[in-house]
């Protein structure tokens, strides 16, 4: 059964600093990986999505990577502000099927 | 784009009441999920729908849960009878038709509450 960690789980830091939220699944046979942002009270929102055959994707100030064969995956945020303050979810699909199965997410706040 | 909608927001009811979640998955998209979120279990997978019909409800906790999708742009989730560990913040997703290879885009969810 594919379980996904994220580490760790609140994290707090002062806004301009660069971060690395991490993630790591115990199945290497992913299909893809997504990284979401959950804000208080709201839905998910899809930040990045990296295939099983890439190595990184960038979206503005966020980069994720990802290891298949380490099983692990990183979300880098530049520059933080505290706008990003939010909880960031990690979640896997395996290779045989469609199912996302996530992370308990990081609870990020960033200070003014 | 709207994006996936769903109503209500927020329910209060009862124990032994039937509840009724909806969701209209965003335009273009054959791909439909149900998913639940609690603080201990965390985001779970109910149900996938592809093409209006079941794929895999598996994730269904038990027979008082069930769910339809009567045609490309509606889906429901229903719950009857209801009960207080039923309380749990609700999400509608959708996306196109490879779903492993697509992006899911979430509603903003139902809360849920069962006293």
């Known amino acids: 059964k594919q379980e996904v960690t994220q580490i760790p789980a609140a994290l707090s830091v002062p806004e301009g600093e660069n971060l690395v939220l991490n993630c790591s699944f115990t199945d290497s046979a992913i299909y893809n990986l997504q990284w979401f942002r959950q804000d208080p009270g709201k839905g998910l929102t899809s930040l990045l999505l990296i295939q099983s055959s890439q190595r990184e994707q960038t979206s503005g100030r966020l980069n994720a990577s990802l290891d298949k064969s380490s099983g692990r995956s990183t979300l880098y945020i530049a520059a933080s502000q505290p706008g990003d303050s939010a909880t960031y979810l990690c979640a896997v699909v395996l290779g045989s099927n469609y199912k996302l199965t996530f992370g308990k997410g990081t609870l990020l706040t960033v200070n003014p | 784009d709207a994006g996936v909608i769903q109503s209500p927001r927020h329910e209060v009811t009862e124990m032994g009441q039937e509840v009724t979640l909806r969701c209209k998955p965003i335009s273009g998209h054959n791909s439909l999920f149900w998913y639940r979120q609690t603080m201990m279990r965390g985001l779970e997978l109910l149900i996938y729908f592809n093409n209006n019909v079941p794929i895999d409800d598996s994730g269904m906790p038990e027979d008082r849960f069930s769910a339809k999708m009567p045609n490309a742009s509606f889906s429901t989730l229903k719950i009857q009878p209801s009960e207080p560990r039923d309380s749990a913040v609700y999400f509608c997703?959708?996306?196109?038709?490879?779903?492993?290879?697509?992006?899911?885009?979430f509603g903003p969810g139902t809360r849920l509450t069962v006293t």
């Open positions: 997703a959708s996306s196109l038709s490879d779903a492993r290879r697509t992006r899911q885009y």
